[in-house]
């Protein structure tokens, strides 16, 4: 029994691959510049009347979305501790995000991959696969926590699309937003 609860704990707090590379400063910028740009047309093409499809790749979303935290403590911290901050992968339909969090002076990785849904101007998240660190969660013991956090009011509010935005979802490795 000891033995199975050291091989759980290691595997939890074993630092899993990265989803993908760090790249260099340049290359964030440019992605996120490019991100912007991109949002900027949609917004556009919504006050023109236009129905619009715009196409993000992971590594725009992942610039915009490091850009958009530049300023909080939590990822000047991670990174001074060499920690990578959260980082998105498309590949097909689906979305696989990874996080790090500190718990008890260790940081622990959590690995989720699911699809991603528009419900009445909503954001939602479909479920798939869970792993701490290294270990694979059953998705039936979370999933009912994940959507009963979904639903509550302030997580609901985060998950809010702009009143332009008709769809988004996974297509093809790349983020798909379909303004309406």
Not at 12 to 25: D, F, I, T, V, Y
Not at 28 to 49: I, M, N, P, T, Y
Not at 107 to 120: A, I, N
Not at 162 to 178: C, T
């Amino acid at each position: 029994m000891l033995g199975f609860m050291l091989l759980v704990s290691a595997l939890m707090l074993k630092r899993p691959s990265l989803l993908a590379e760090a790249a260099p400063g340049a290359a964030v910028r440019q992605d996120s510049e490019s991100f912007q740009a991109k949002w900027v047309d949609l917004e556009q093409a919504h006050l023109r009347g236009e129905t619009s499809e715009f196409r993000f790749t992971a590594d725009e979303v992942n610039a915009a979305f490091q850009e958009s935290l530049s300023g909080t403590s939590e990822v000047s911290s991670q990174n001074s501790a060499d920690v990578k901050p959260a980082q998105f992968f498309f590949a097909g339909d689906h979305v696989t995000g990874q996080f790090v969090a500190n718990v008890h002076g260790r940081y622990v990785y959590l690995t989720v991959s699911g699809k991603l849904r528009v419900v009445e101007g909503y954001l939602t998240f479909d479920l798939m696969d869970m792993k701490i660190g290294d270990l694979p969660v059953p998705v039936s013991l979370v999933r009912m926590q994940l959507q009963s956090k979904l639903r509550e009011p302030e997580t609901r509010e985060k998950m809010k699309l702009p009143a332009y935005v008709a769809d988004l979802r996974i297509e093809n490795g790349q983020l798909v937003v379909l303004e309406k």
